[in-house]
């Protein structure tokens, strides 16, 4: 699992990234897609939280089954108010972070 903070690279932002990258974060990008498989679900609380993930988790396993959908990996963005869960068609390899391709060639030899 990766934790991380999303932002917009624009100067605005600027000082967040550098705060960011000073207290040990690192900085990663998200390739584009042409398609996805996705929720919103509304959150009010923790609680709301764990009853929607619960929820879509099995609902999104099913339609990926269904339509024989080539989707990996899931991936929880939280704002506010919403929780989405999105799982990209294409370009899925992109998504992982280079630590977990380390470990995978780890488990090979």
């Known amino acids: 699992s990766v934790i991380g903070v999303i932002i917009n690279e624009d100067e605005q ?13 690192l900085k990663g990008s998200f390739p584009s897609v042409k398609s996805a498989v ?34 990996y990996p899931f991936m929880e963005i939280y704002e506010k108010s919403n929780l989405y869960i999105i799982t990209p068609l294409d370009n899925q390899d992109m998504f992982y972070v280079p630590e977990y391709h380390q470990l995978e060639r780890k488990k090979q030899d």
């Open 13 to 25: 932002q600027q000082e967040i990234v550098e705060r960011l990258t000073q207290d040990g974060y």
């Open 38 to 71: 996705y929720v919103k679900f509304p959150v009010n609380n923790y609680v709301s939280v764990i009853l929607g993930i619960r929820k879509i988790y099995p609902l999104m396993n099913s339609f990926i089954r269904k339509f024989r959908l080539n989707a």
